[in-house]
């Protein structure tokens, strides 16, 4: 077989038997990998799987950065986002085996100053719902990412995201919840969350190459992220959430992130040693929130039973066989773990591009069929990548659309300088509009700023200047006080209703 440009496969010389590598590593795997960064157009990724207590491969294909010729190899940092999820449930499984904490308590517990939109919530929302995601508040993505806050202002602001849904119900993702969660640890821990990270669970699982609260950039040999910008894909910057900590703290290489999966895959032990006990460990991977599914993701993902979140992890089946897995999305950064516990599996594949978003799935369903023997569910990647640039190139002719405002235009009832001032909403804060040569421009607190266009009367296209996000460009509506002044604006961002009252 041709030989691909990709890194060597790892001899490992660990000293543990547990971490010994196998050299099973089929070549239809290889060729199917290299095949399917081509056709996606992917710069660079990696893929690490474990089998039977072993390292099957730890390898990078592509180049870190795209027009560079360092290539992504067994060593290449990466930045997990959400998969750190699973660390923190693991790290506040050490202190419930210590008694130090308890999955069901009230997190004001340990947190006084944390509140829910309503006093019920306030008073009995617990680590477990929190870990499982079924508060029911609003997501809040934008209070950490657009804002510039502090973790300790952005777990005060929790109180006001709205209810989306009864509590305990259904299942609402929120990185805010697990910052809640794992700050509630150190607090019951009495040390910082990374030291928390590092001395229950990166030090005594010898994961020396990983990082915790740093943009992983700081390693000489680290992936770049890339993704589309006005619809061509080149290197973008990387923003660690570092007020987020609980949520996306762990940054890892192919061969480091190995020690994770095999940790996981066993019974809580390490080097002989006991880390979590065994019935911690089954609380982590048992279903605690059912998630409800559609046929299309049934039928995309392989599902015939069920789907959950447990505690820092999903849980599923994968064409009959139990899954737990996690995905990751930090900017420019898609990742995904996936384990089959029942077959003692495990598979992480890391891409250094949003131009892929499903790319991650795909090769981790691929390689699941081939080392089960099962009837490969993997389709034509170069058709499925042509799909897919196909339906962006329709949504980014659609967003084009609306830079450009419909003719004749109204323009705005009073003079640009009037809509001037600080405008302050309850969850996010306040949010400054200032002219500036001739222009508005919108700034969320001390974070992301907008270039505020006139539309139509006293509505503006809100256009961010970090083109990363030109995907959440949306409209501001002024509304006028019976002065004529704009006293406030409404916005629609994502899923959020931004509603700014005018302070000065």
Not at 179 to 206: K, N, Q, Y
Not at 286 to 296: F, R, V
Not at 297 to 319: E, T
Request: glycine share 6%; with cysteine; aromatic share 10%.
């Amino acid at each position: 077989m041709k030989a691909f440009a990709c890194s060597i496969l790892i001899v490992l010389t660990a000293a543990t038997a547990a971490f010994a590598q196998t050299p099973a590593w089929p070549a239809e795997l290889d060729a199917y990998i290299e095949k399917a960064r081509t056709d996606w157009e992917v710069p660079g990724l990696s893929v690490t799987v474990v089998r039977d207590g072993k390292l099957l491969v730890a390898k990078g294909y592509g180049v870190r950065t795209l027009g560079r010729p360092e290539r992504v190899d067994e060593n290449t940092m990466f930045d997990i986002a959400s998969v750190s999820k699973s660390f923190t449930a693991a790290a506040i499984a050490t202190l419930v085996d210590e008694g130090k904490m308890h999955w069901d308590d009230p997190v004001r517990r340990w947190l006084p100053q944390v509140e829910f939109s309503d006093p019920y919530r306030t008073a009995n929302v617990t680590i477990r719902d929190l870990l499982c995601h079924r508060v029911g508040v609003e997501q809040g993505n934008f209070l950490f990412r657009f804002t510039g806050y502090t973790t300790d202002e952005v777990l005060r602001r929790m109180r006001y995201l709205k209810e989306k849904d009864a509590f305990r119900t259904t299942m609402i993702y929120s990185n805010v919840g697990y910052t809640a969660a794992g700050e509630a640890a150190a607090a019951a821990a009495g040390m910082p969350f990374t030291e928390l990270l590092r001395t229950r669970l990166l030090e005594p699982l010898g994961m020396t190459a990983s990082t915790i609260g740093v943009p992983h950039t700081a390693s000489p040999n680290h992936a770049s992220p890339h993704g589309p910008v006005d619809g061509i894909q080149r290197p973008i910057d990387h923003t660690k959430a570092l007020n987020i900590l609980p949520a996306d703290a762990i940054n890892s290489t192919p061969l480091d992130i190995a020690k994770w999966m095999l940790f996981q895959l066993g019974d809580g032990t390490w080097n002989g040693k006991t880390l979590i006990s065994k019935a911690s460990m089954t609380q982590m991977h048992e279903p605690q929130n059912i998630i409800a599914t559609t046929p299309d993701m049934r039928a995309n993902r392989g599902v015939q039973f069920f789907a959950a979140y447990a505690l820092g992890w999903q849980v599923m089946d994968y064409r009959g066989h139990k899954l737990i897995w996690h995905s990751g999305s930090g900017d420019g950064m898609p990742v995904y773990m996936a384990l089959l516990p029942d077959e003692h599996i495990g598979v992480m594949v890391m891409i250094n591009t949003w131009n892929a978003p499903v790319l991650h799935g795909t090769i981790a369903a691929k390689i699941f069929d081939v080392l089960l023997g099962l009837p490969s569910t993997g389709g034509d990647t170069a058709a499925e990548a042509a799909a897919y640039r196909k339906r962006t190139a329709q949504a980014d002719a659609e967003r084009r659309a609306l830079d450009t405002p419909p003719a004749p235009i109204a323009k705005p009832s009073r003079p640009l300088d009037a809509y001037a001032g600080t405008y302050v909403d309850p969850l996010y804060g306040e949010m400054h509009v200032t002219l500036v040569n001739g222009a508005l421009v919108l700034q969320f607190a001390r974070g992301e700023r907008a270039d505020l266009k006139p539309w139509q009367y006293d509505t503006f296209r809100v256009a961010w200047r970090d083109r990363v996000y030109e995907d959440f460009d949306t409209f501001a509506t002024f509304s006028l006080d019976a002065h004529g002044t704009p006293h406030r604006f409404d916005m629609q961002l994502n899923r959020d209703n931004v509603e700014a009252t005018r302070s000065q």
